[in-house]
Nanobody, 119 residues
Framework: VQLQASGGGLVQSGGSLRLSCTAS????????IGWFRQAPGKEREAVSC????????HYRDAVKGRFTIPRDSARNTVYLQMNNLKPKDTAVYYC?????????????WGQGTQVTVSS
């Protein structure tokens, strides 16, 4: 059972990246998926999430209108599509999977993927 985050890299300001959060050994269908980020010297913060109940989505204000979080059930993957990236988006990005039957804490965490946005 594993959750893997991937897709990070170096991009110029205004560019785009698509992060992937892929599960192996279990289906993401019954899980809420969250994307988090942690910049150097700062605490981890929630970026976006998609519900395991009805696929409703939520975004922190700083990324609204720039990021989306589509779910691809066929690939057992949830993406974080990041457009119009800004230097302040630079961070290590993590994904989590939280089971509907145990919503108080994430069940799985993926390893981080580095996103660096140059000005």
């Amino acid at each position: 059972v594993q959750l893997q985050a991937s897709g990070g890299g170096l991009v110029q300001s205004g560019g785009s990246l698509r992060l992937s959060c892929t599960a192996s050994g279990f289906s993401l269908e019954s899980y809420a998926i969250g994307w988090f980020r942690q910049a150097p010297g700062k605490e981890r913060e929630a970026v976006s999430c998609i519900s395991g109940e009805d696929d409703s989505t939520h975004y922190r204000d700083a990324v609204k209108g720039r990021f989306t979080i589509p779910r691809d059930s066929a690939r057992n993957t949830v993406y974080l599509q990041m457009n119009n990236l800004k230097p302040k988006d630079t961070a290590v990005y993590y994904c989590s999977a939280t089971a509907k039957w145990a919503p108080s804490t994430p069940t799985y965490w993926g390893q981080g993927t580095q996103v660096t946005v140059s000005s």
